[in-house]
């Protein structure tokens, strides 16, 4: 049980970890702007990565700033808010897909040539990008929905809200999984303390 908290304590990535990632990925090139964008999505979101491949163009609406995930974890449609940063990101994919004329029938973030991308890929490319950014921590998709979870928590968001976003069934649900992946607080909050 000791190695499993270890692992989750370090899957925790800080916002400048997952900036430096988003620095990795080539805004001149294609496929880095994507990637950007979906990463971007991805970590401001808390969107499970199958849900963030699933989406499709008319799933995005920049000018309200909102996502509809139609088939989330046991087929529940829910809509999550966009803040301008990540808008701005997909805006830029989303130019470039018209450049590429991709079918607006192809997922939002698909190929070059509007074919699915496989999760395989994310898990290949994400290790990839956080070691040219000197990340040292083990990064997955998995582990920008942790970030996302742990940060609304540190900014205030209500227990109900942080499971609204992260489509869990339950407020009980969403308790466990923020303080399996959020521990490392409780021990920093002990180390912290002065006498």
């Not at 496929?31 to 401001?44: E, P």
């Not at 303080?179 to 912290?192: E, K, Q």
Request: aromatic share 4%; proline share 3%.
């Amino acid at each position: 049980m000791a190695t499993t908290k270890r692992r989750l304590d370090a899957d925790l990535l800080t916002a400048s970890d997952i900036e430096s990632i988003l620095k990795q990925c080539s805004m001149r090139a294609p496929t880095g702007i994507r990637n950007r964008a979906m990463i971007a999505l991805t970590w401001r979101t808390g969107l499970r990565i199958g849900e963030v491949l699933a989406l499709k163009p008319k799933d995005i609406d920049l000018t309200s700033g909102t996502a509809v995930v139609q088939h989330g974890k046991g087929d529940k449609r829910r809509v999550v808010g966009l803040d301008a940063g990540t808008c701005a990101l997909i805006a830029k994919w989303l130019d470039v897909r018209k450049t590429k004329r991709i079918s607006n029938g192809s997922p939002i973030f698909c190929t070059l040539a509007g074919h699915h991308i496989d999760q395989s890929y994310v898990r290949r490319t994400l290790p990839r990008l956080a070691r040219r950014a000197k990340v040292e921590k083990r990064v997955h998709a998995h582990a920008l929905r942790h970030t996302f979870a742990v940060e609304l928590e540190r900014e205030g968001a209500p227990l109900t809200t942080i499971r609204d976003l992260l489509g869990h069934s339950s407020a009980a649900v969403t308790d466990r999984y923020l303080r399996r992946v959020g521990a490392s607080d409780a021990t920093d909050f002990a180390r912290n303390r002065t006498w």
